[in-house]
């Protein structure tokens, strides 16, 4: 479209800018008045204030100068080394500095992965339906998506199997395979130990690169952990995906991979503004030095095993015949099955009219499909209107059943 200032920008769009489509500016405030089961926001009011501000004065103390100097492309030395004390303490996961690179969330991790590994019209493999920012970055990629169904346990292993075949007798090999195995987002679901033996197996068998995103593992509400694929990978096949976003504040934008040196070298090489905010990372690196951190996740657990608890109690108290639910045992996400003929995208659209904000199922998956799901995130409203947004969702939902 021209403007008034008579530039025509359309016609100077990259293919991956038109493959992307314009970018939202959508803030979590503007949901104020309403009720949001709609993003994987966390909850504003437990967001550590103090206490990250206790950590940008020891940070300035401490490291002045270098925390507000360009840093090092890896990441804030001292950031680098708290990371690798707490994926040993709390992930099981061993690394060395080379294998470890911070980034602008665990978002920017995924797309400089996509950016240093495919082309255009590679094929990659990830589960469906996923994270919704994961099918908006290999859309812009423009890479093909063989996508593999989620069920109980996770990704289904036998469809994952046959589709790895099935690529083998094209003589194609997939760029990786991206999933999330621990309080999977969307469904809540988290694959067992067996299963992720059973993963590795095939990813050593067919030389698979395997991006885990793990940005939930922290938030586990009951059961036992169980170790991410990074801490059972013995032969650098899993390049591990983390964030802070969830367990300490979302703004502060700190993300990072885990990888084989050479794959961390390449990334690095593909991210263009160098070392990600050394301020940031020095903040977060008091904040996880002084303990902040444990504490934090521990009360988060508190208020979102809360949340978790008043999400599945609304839902066996109201929802009709035919509807079906996931019952995470962490994580932010509930996974709606609605009954048959009901569709989400209606249902979405008339919950809204009654100020319930839901995402429909439908923005998790690749190829226009599953139109009979919602996603419900309990992390960024309160128990009362977790019970209150549900009821009107249940209602909404009785009547489309009805029609
Ligand atoms: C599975 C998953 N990966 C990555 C992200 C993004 O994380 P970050 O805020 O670190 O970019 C999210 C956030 O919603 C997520 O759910």
């Not at 991206?178 to 067996?194: E, K, S």
């Amino acid at each position: 479209m021209t403007g008034t200032t008579g530039l025509e920008v359309a016609g100077l769009l990259s293919s991956k800018a038109r493959r992307a489509g314009s970018g939202t500016f959508g803030a979590p405030r503007s949901a104020e008045g309403r009720i949001s089961l709609l993003g994987g926001f966390p909850d504003p009011l437990s967001l550590p204030r103090e206490e990250i501000l206790e950590s940008v004065r020891l940070a300035l103390e401490r490291d002045g100068v270098w925390a507000l100097e360009y840093g090092a492309t890896r990441g804030y030395e001292f950031l680098v080394e708290q990371l690798l004390v707490k994926l040993r303490r709390d992930q099981g996961i061993t690394a060395r500095p080379e294998q470890v690179l911070v980034t602008t969330g665990a978002s920017q991790a995924l797309g400089l992965l996509v950016d240093a590994l495919c082309d255009p019209g590679d094929v990659v493999l990830s589960e469906q339906p996923t994270w919704m920012g994961a099918v908006r970055i290999f859309r812009a990629a423009g890479v093909e998506v063989r996508p593999v169904p989620v069920g109980a346990e996770g990704i289904e292993l036998d469809a994952l199997a046959e589709t790895l075949e099935a690529l083998t007798a094209e003589g194609r090999r997939p760029k990786f395979l991206y999933l999330i195995p621990t309080f999977q987002n969307p469904t809540g679901v988290t694959m067992p130990l067996a299963a992720r033996r059973r993963l590795l197996d095939l990813a050593y068998e067919h030389q698979l690169l395997v991006i885990e995103d793990d940005a939930y593992f922290d938030l586990r509400y009951q059961g036992e952990r169980v170790p991410p694929l990074r801490a059972l990978d013995a032969r650098e096949h899993v390049a591990y995906l983390g964030t802070f976003s969830k367990i300490m504040a979302a703004g502060m934008r700190l993300g990072w991979i885990v990888a084989e040196p050479s794959l961390i070298a390449a990334v690095a090489g593909v991210k263009p503004e160098g070392g990600t905010s050394p301020f940031a990372g020095a903040v977060a690196a008091q904040f996880c030095a002084s303990g902040a951190l444990l504490e934090h996740v521990a009360e988060l657990r508190e208020i979102y095993r809360e949340r978790r608890d008043a999400t599945l109690r609304a839902l066996s108290e109201t929802m009709p015949e035919g509807a079906a639910w996931t019952r995470p045992e962490g994580g932010f996400f509930v996974w709606l099955t609605l009954p048959p003929g009901v569709s989400a995208a209606r249902v979405a659209e008339r919950a809204r009219e009654r100020g319930v904000d839901v995402m429909p199922g439908s923005a998790c998956f690749f190829h226009s499909s599953g139109d009979d799901t919602i996603r419900l995130c309990y992390s960024f409203v309160t128990t009362e209107q977790i019970s209150e947004g549900i009821a009107r969702l249940a209602g909404v939902i009785r009547e489309e059943a009805a029609d």
